[in-house]
């Protein structure tokens, strides 16, 4: 069974400042992906970026960056340059190909001016 | 750029009524999910569905629930007696037949079941 664990329930960043969310996974297969969504206030869940876990290298998105940690089983999520519009909840997940997402229990951040 | 679409946006109910939410998954998409959103809580999986049946389907999805896609355009999560604790955000999520391990979300249902 896969697992998913986000150890920080809340954070704050300033401002053009820069904010990693840690995640953690457990699963016992080779292939899967991860992925972080966002979930603004609206409730709406917003893919933010993906990455598979076949590939070494770290996905990006604009200013969105992961650092993917097979071995550890670690998937943080690296925000450059913070704005106000990233404020919201953001979940990290975990699937196997094709199958079901599983969440894990989110971080709330808070970019303040 | 094509979209998930969900209506109704809030859906209020009172306990032991059917409701029927309605997604219309991105067009060329051959996956679909419900996933429900209690307030406060982590999103969890109910039910996936392609070619026409239920693929795999959580402890959550018990008797009262029931998922159909009536043609060819819209996806549906009927819960057959509503209760108290069925309050939630209903998100319908879908997937392309190359990557499929993408998912693309609706705007979401609130049922408030009172």
């Known amino acids: 069974a896969q697992t998913v664990t986000q150890s920080q329930p809340e954070m704050s960043v300033q401002e053009a400042e820069t904010v990693t969310l840690s995640c953690t996974y457990d699963t016992s297969e080779n292939n899967y992906y991860l992925f972080w969504y966002k979930q603004p206030p609206s409730r709406q869940m917003i893919l933010v970026i993906r990455q598979e876990a076949y590939k070494q290298q770290n996905a990006t998105e604009n200013r969105f960056s992961v650092n993917f940690q097979k071995a550890a089983k670690s998937f943080s999520l690296k925000i450059s340059d913070s704005q106000l519009g990233d404020t919201a909840m953001y979940f990290c997940?975990?699937?196997?190909?094709?199958?079901?997402?599983?969440f894990g229990a989110g971080t709330i951040l808070r970019v303040k001016s | 750029e094509p979209e998930v679409t969900q209506t109704p946006s809030h859906q209020v109910t009172q306990m032991g009524q059917e409701v029927i939410l309605r997604c219309v998954p991105i067009s060329n998409h051959l996956y679909f999910y419900w996933y429900r959103q209690i307030l406060g809580q982590k999103v969890e999986f109910l039910v996936s569905?392609?070619?026409?049946?239920?693929?795999?389907k959580s402890e959550i999805f018990d008797d009262q629930f029931s998922v159909e896609r009536p043609d060819g355009s819209n996806f549906t999560l009927k819960i057959r007696s509503t209760k108290l604790e069925d309050s939630a955000m209903y998100f319908c999520a879908s997937s392309d037949p190359v990557n499929t391990d993408t998912q693309y979300f609706g705007p979401g249902t609130r049922l408030t079941v009172l």
């Open positions: 997940a975990s699937s196997l190909y094709g199958n079901k997402l599983v």
């Open positions: 569905f392609y070619n026409n049946e239920i693929s795999e």
